[in-house]
């Protein structure tokens, strides 16, 4: 239905956490748990976020994406820690309707953009080292490869890749 959507068209729009509920629960199979908490849910990861840049002013957490039909579509968790000029993608999800076109490359180059712009420092992605498609996106969005650890502390035991632009 949306394959021939135009992503060059999509605009970066900040959203609230209301904004994207759907968009998080259907972004629950997509989650891979830490190992000290497998029951820990995607919305529990964004309430601790949350509750983490509260209490840490120099920490902010933002959520952006693009909506098509007035219906958001994706979304990207950033934390914004000013004080040592990085941006951390924490979660970046695409609804099943839009993948394999270009909108989630789309949306890190826009968020790169943005970062850039306000002057923020760079960006930081992580992900696990059997996430072929999260790798690829990364580079095809212009991140470079930066460093990967030896142990893991989520379910799957894959080393994190981390990511940087």
Not at 49 to 62: F, G, Q
Not at 87 to 112: C, M, Q, S, W
Not at 148 to 160: I, W
């Amino acid at each position: 239905m949306y394959k021939s959507l135009d992503v060059s068209g999509l605009n970066l729009v900040k959203f609230t956490r209301d904004d994207i509920s759907e968009l998080i629960e259907a972004s629950r199979e997509s989650f891979v748990p830490y190992r000290n908490n497998p029951q820990e849910t995607i919305a529990g990861i964004f309430d601790k976020i949350s509750l983490e840049s509260d209490y840490n002013s120099a920490k902010a957490v933002e959520i952006f994406g693009f909506s098509v039909d007035n219906r958001p579509i994706t979304y990207i968790l950033l934390t914004t820690d000013q004080k040592n000029q990085k941006v951390l993608v924490n979660y970046l999800y695409v609804d099943e309707d839009f993948r394999r076109i270009g909108v989630a490359t789309k949306l890190i180059k826009d968020t790169l953009k943005s970062i850039k712009e306000h002057r923020l420092g760079n960006l930081y992605a992580r992900t696990w080292s059997s996430n072929l498609a999260a790798k690829n996106l990364f580079k095809k969005a212009g991140l470079t490869r930066e460093r990967s650890t030896r142990l893991s502390n989520r379910v799957n035991g894959d080393q994190t890749i981390w990511y940087f632009g």
